[in-house]
């Protein structure tokens, strides 16, 4: 290479370092949103089985209400009050909404009144700490036989037709050379306290992996 040409090709990459460097350097800086999400199940998680250790080793879902939890009421729409009893565990209710949920608005100021109708979550009613693959948590946006999970109780045979919407978590897959199909993905949180991240595959993986003919789930 003459000079001419090393100093018009270190140029050039001059050039593209100067472009690029602020946007890697910003995408460093700003926290992902679904990465938020999977950290929130995490202290929900927690939350749940610092609850659990100073109440006989039961989730709220497992205790009546008359001792302080919610067994009565998770089957009914009033289902998060789970996590209202759960309140000095969780410290603050702004880890119930996920950042990418905007079908809740936004995140609610107090664990009284405000809180119901801005949880993200499911709340896994055959969860205990004794069954480690079972559901505890996870992202509520999923359809059931092609229809949307509706608030109130919902029952998961182990062969039902389960998919992620993509109103939250969405990601694209290519289909053939040019076609970007448009697909969703959510977070489960086991009764183990581990997070996932999964596609539709992995949610249909998870059901089976729990063992039981029918997952029971509250949708706050």
């Not at 090393?6 to 001059?14: G, N, T």
């Not at 929130?40 to 080793?57: E, M, P, V």
């Not at 009546?64 to 969780?90: C, H, I, P, Y």
């Not at 959510?186 to 595959?201: E, F, H, M, P």
Request: overall charge positive; hydrophobic content about 40%; charged content about 15%.
């Amino acid at each position: 290479m003459t000079l001419v040409e090393v100093v018009v090709v270190v140029f050039v990459l001059a050039v593209l370092v100067a472009m690029l460097l602020p946007a890697l350097t910003a995408a460093k800086r700003r926290p992902s949103s679904v990465g938020w999400c999977a950290n929130y199940l995490k202290q929900i998680s927690l939350s749940y089985r610092l609850w659990a250790g100073d109440n006989g080793d039961k989730y709220p879902m497992e205790v009546s209400v008359t001792n302080g939890g919610t067994m009565e009421l998770v089957g009914r729409l009033d289902a998060w009050k789970t996590f209202q009893v759960m309140s000095n565990q969780l410290s603050t209710p702004k880890v119930l909404l996920c950042p990418q949920d905007s079908g809740h608005g936004t995140y609610a100021t107090n664990f009284g009144g405000d809180l119901k109708n801005k949880i993200s979550y499911f709340i896994g009613l055959d969860s205990s700490l004794d069954s480690t693959n079972t559901f505890l948590s996870g992202d509520g946006n999923f359809l059931l036989n092609n229809s949307p999970a509706n608030y109130g109780l919902v029952n998961i045979n182990s062969n039902a037709s389960l998919a992620w919407d993509t109103s939250r978590h969405a990601g694209f897959k290519k289909q053939g050379w040019f076609t970007k199909i448009k697909t969703g993905f959510g977070n489960i949180c086991l009764a183990d306290g581990s997070v996932q991240t999964v596609t539709i595959s992995g949610l249909t993986n998870l059901v089976h992996q729990t063992g039981l003919a029918t997952n029971r789930l509250a949708i706050p």
